[in-house]
């Protein structure tokens, strides 16, 4: 029998950031505590503004034993990066 | 009579000093990682009111204490902590009932505190406030699910709120400072926050399927400093350094 409680993840998006980072994991019941574990234990020192909590095992997740036919086709595929442009100077970030 | 601020100052500071004193205990220990945690986070808060409320007190004395020595130099019978605060930690379910017991008065008070006219109590309370009404809610939310969790859950933190109960009532003493603070418009009679208090507890528990215990036997004595033989031995910990080592600096 297993007395740990179900696995969390957790995504802060910090004082300057644009996206939720994922942070860490953590245990709890159910999402309020969730999310209260989630406060004390990652944003102690004043890391965000925002934060989510997912249940671990919702997310789907690549499996690594089939990276080759995921990842393997696009290492040789150069010319997808925008490498071969000249890109103007009033262009500040691309 | 010194002014009747100091005692009230006092109370709030001894109080949440010697809550976080004892919570700080879990430090390491507590049953998961996010407890441990979360329980930490709360003695730090608890300290932090309680560097700023015994600072008052010592502003509002006049003489050369500081909040420093106020914490570290005096008796058991000269500290105004209910009786609440010092039980033991037992257990986790003791601790965790003892906290949501401690929280829902003390959002109460702080609440009335933070509309008094005396602008550093009203800005004090205000300060703490918002990390107290955090803790209530964690406190809260804990209780009830333990309360509604599994049979053991359950028994546990009913034998808790069962066994802190008369200690509970300490919070609602009324004294003669409290008559003049009253006088003064500072706060109002400890005993009058009962109900409203008794009022969240009652809701709390419909959900948690806790019961209240029905007998109101109050322990008394804190406002006197007449306190239970454990705060003896808490002190005796948390004073060795300074006492030992007298003006010691970190």
């Not at chain 2, 205000?126 to 964690?138: C, G, I, P």
Request: with cysteine; aromatic share 10%; hydrophobic share 40%.
């Amino acid at each position: 029998m297993t007395t740990e409680l179900p696995l969390w993840e957790v995504f802060i998006r910090g004082q300057h950031g644009t996206a939720h980072r994922h942070v860490g994991s953590l245990h709890a019941t159910d999402a309020e505590m969730a999310m209260n574990n989630a406060r004390d234990v990652y944003t102690r020192r004043n890391e965000g503004l925002s934060i989510w909590v997912v249940p671990s095992s919702e997310i789907v997740a690549s499996t690594p034993s089939k990276k080759g036919p995921l990842f393997d086709p696009s290492k040789d595929k150069i010319y997808r990066h925008p490498s071969f442009y000249n890109i103007p100077e009033e262009v500040k970030k691309i | 009579m010194s002014d009747p601020r100091f005692h009230l100052a006092l109370r709030m500071g001894d109080n949440s000093l010697i809550l976080a004193q004892q919570n700080s205990k879990w430090c390491g220990h507590a049953p998961t990682l996010e407890e441990d945690i979360a329980l930490a986070n709360v003695s730090l808060d608890l300290m932090g009111h309680a560097q700023m409320w015994l600072g008052l007190a010592a502003e509002i004395e006049g003489e050369d204490r500081t909040a420093d020595i106020l914490a570290f130099f005096r008796d058991t019978d000269e500290f105004r902590n209910s009786l609440l605060v010092e039980r033991p930690n037992v257990d986790f379910a003791t601790t965790l009932m003892r906290q949501y017991l401690f929280d829902v008065w003390h959002l109460e008070q702080l609440l009335l505190l933070s509309q008094c006219p005396d602008i550093l109590i009203a800005e004090i309370s205000q300060k703490a406030l918002v990390e107290v009404e955090y803790h209530r809610q964690r406190s809260q939310s804990l209780v009830m699910k333990l309360g509604d969790g599994t049979v053991e859950s359950h028994n546990r933190m009913q034998e808790a709120l069962n066994a802190l109960w008369s200690y509970f009532g300490s919070f609602f003493e009324d004294s003669i400072v409290d008559e003049l603070l009253f006088d003064l418009k500072i706060s109002s009679m400890p005993s009058s926050l009962y109900p409203r208090v008794l009022k969240q507890l009652n809701q709390d528990c419909l959900l948690s399927t806790l019961k209240i215990p029905e007998s109101e036997f109050w322990q008394k004595g804190a406002v006197q400093g007449h306190h239970t033989e454990n705060l003896g031995y808490i002190l005796a910990e948390m004073q060795y350094l300074q006492r030992t080592y007298p003006n010691s600096k970190w």
